[in-house]
């Protein structure tokens, strides 16, 4: 019944993983592959225009620490919160490959591929 459980273990955390969905580190445009951190010009050249487009902006707010003061007797400082406002305009492209394989998903940040995600079988 001990050596049971690591085999079970390692179903339990496939079928996890499988049921997330797929986040792909890269996808394959032709011969040249498109990665998280490419530009979209690139992917618009390698890959062609996509199948569908949608843009929308988000709001973000990020914090940042930053020293108010230093104590020159102790070397000690403290860090003050501060928060920062940012917009990002985001994208994501699908691209249809047909009934057969997947389809990719790739979403942009500020002009950066951020996540790559197959979909479901196309049409």
């Known amino acids: 019944m001990k050596n049971l459980w690591p085999a079970l273990g390692i179903v339990i955390i496939s079928v996890v993983i499988t049921a997330t969905g797929a986040h792909a580190l890269s996808i394959r445009c032709g011969v040249r592959l498109i990665s998280e951190g490419d530009i979209k010009p690139k992917v618009l050249a390698e890959c062609g225009e996509p199948d569908h487009v949608e843009i929308w902006?988000?709001?973000?707010?990020?914090?940042?620490?930053?020293?108010?003061?230093?104590?020159?007797?102790?070397?000690?400082?403290?860090?003050?919160?501060?928060?920062?406002?940012?917009?990002?305009?985001?994208?994501?492209?699908?691209?249809?490959?047909?009934?057969?394989?997947?389809?990719?998903?790739?979403?942009?940040?500020?002009?950066?591929?951020?996540?790559?995600?197959?979909?479901?079988?196309?049409?």
């Open 57 to 123: 902006e988000e709001e973000r707010i990020y914090r940042h620490y930053y020293k108010t003061r230093e104590d020159s007797r102790y070397h000690d400082s403290w860090l003050e919160p501060r928060y920062i406002k940012d917009t990002v305009v985001v994208e994501e492209w699908t691209y249809n490959h047909g009934r057969y394989r997947f389809m990719d998903h790739i979403r942009f940040e500020n002009g950066k591929v951020r996540m790559i995600k197959s979909g479901d079988y196309g049409y």
